[in-house]
């Protein structure tokens, strides 16, 4: 089992030379404590502004902390690395390769053999339901089936930690809930832990085990709240059933109080 750990962590970004506003010296995070460890689904939640991708980029290795650690397994992250898998909002999928390049690109990087990765590839597309969709050039391919080979190539290199910045905030409604359940089943699967960014309180206490409150300005996790409905959500339980539940109402009312609670944008 591996732990994906923030400690003490603050980031303030560097003034930009020339244009020193009078926040540029502001916090954008501050005080960060927080543990995932493999298997886990936890979500972050936040206003917009208050930090939730500067964090995951932190997590990411693409940027570096002010002050504080982020480990795995003990180990300070120095940089990007394999064990850890990106997935962002918009689709950052490579054009010039169709859906099976672009999932073996990973492993390409890795040094494994052309036939091995295709193989890979392919049983990854299968996992997400694009078995059939390895031929064709990612403008064929529509926004929901775009995410699910950006989810298969994050899956490819086998990381220990998912990092996912809102990846179904461009689909519709329908789509973006069964792709919920697909993601779901998919790190379940795999194993890894994962960190998932969302503006949607019902898509973060459908699938994570524990949702975080990101309060800005600067950035601090204000609240945590335990949901495990993913289990049932896992066990078939179908998710409009889950979220007529009084539990789940419960719930998700406590999260909207907190969320509205916070300080305005506006007002900062
Ligand atoms: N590279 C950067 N350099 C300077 N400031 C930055 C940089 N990236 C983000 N910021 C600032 O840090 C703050 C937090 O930004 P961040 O993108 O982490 O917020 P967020 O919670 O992901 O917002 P959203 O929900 O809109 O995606 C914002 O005030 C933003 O302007
Ligand atoms: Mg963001």
Redesign the pocket.
């Known amino acids: 089992m591996s732990v994906l750990s923030f400690r003490d962590v603050s980031l303030r970004?560097p003034p930009r030379a020339g244009l020193r506003a009078a926040n540029d010296d502001r916090f954008?995070l501050n005080g960060i404590n927080l543990q995932v460890a493999s298997h886990e689904l936890i979500a972050i939640i936040?206003r917009?502004?208050?930090?939730?991708?500067?964090l995951l980029n932190l997590a990411a290795g693409f940027i570096a902390p002010t002050s504080g650690t982020i480990a795995v397994d003990d180990v300070p992250i120095q940089g990007p690395g394999a064990d850890r898998a990106v997935v962002f909002q918009d689709d950052a999928l490579y054009p010039w390769l169709n859906a099976r390049d672009n999932v073996a690109f990973p492993l390409k990087l890795n040094g494994v053999s052309r036939a091995a990765r295709h193989e890979r590839a392919q049983q990854l597309l299968e996992l997400v339901g694009l078995g059939d969709a390895g031929e064709r050039h990612i403008w064929e391919l529509s926004g929901g089936m775009r995410q699910r080979v950006g989810i298969a190539r994050a899956l490819a290199a086998e990381p220990r930690f998912l990092l996912l910045d809102e990846p179904l905030g461009a689909l519709d409604a329908l789509t973006r809930s069964r792709m919920q359940e697909l993601l779901l089943r998919v790190q379940h699967r795999s194993g890894a832990g994962a960190v998932l960014i969302t503006?949607s309180i019902d898509e973060a206490l459908i699938l994570a085990s524990r949702v975080l409150v990101l309060s800005p300005h600067p950035g601090r996790l204000t609240a945590e709240i335990e949901a495990g409905f993913s289990a049932e959500v896992l066990a078939g339980t179908p998710t409009e059933k889950i979220k007529a539940s009084p539990s789940f109402k419960r719930l998700h009312d406590a999260l909207t109080s907190l969320i509205h609670s916070l300080p305005n944008e506006a007002a900062a």
Do not use: E
Request: charged share 10%; no cysteine.
């Open positions: 970004y954008v936040g917009s502004g208050s930090g939730k991708t500067s503006h």
